[in-house]
């Protein structure tokens, strides 16, 4: 029994260490934003050189790079103000 209590409170001290350095919000998805938002823009300049180019394919382009764009901004903002 005495092990049991043992164990217990030391995983209860490290699950409060990690979550003491976790830093909630953004930028554990900085990757995900970075690697999505690299590859929209990627691909709107090379359909933006093809015949396949409208005004339609335009605007589907602006709304899914403008929250990643957001996304990307507020991040940067994040590690700025970490380092500072």
């Known amino acids: 029994m005495l092990l049991s209590s043992i164990s217990i409170v030391s995983s209860s001290a490290s699950s409060s260490a990690v979550s003491m350095i976790t830093v ?8 995900a934003v970075v690697v999505g ?6 691909l709107k300049v090379i359909l ?3 015949g396949k180019w409208s ?4 605007s589907s382009f ?3 790079i403008l929250p990643l764009l957001f996304s990307f ?4 903002y994040f590690k700025v103000t970490m380092i500072i």
């Open 24 to 31: 909630p919000g953004l930028p554990q998805y900085g990757a």
């Open 37 to 42: 938002l690299i590859a929209l823009l990627s």
């Open 48 to 50: 933006s050189a093809s």
């Open 55 to 58: 005004k339609n394919l335009s």
């Open 62 to 64: 602006n709304a899914a």
């Open 73 to 76: 901004v507020a991040i940067l």
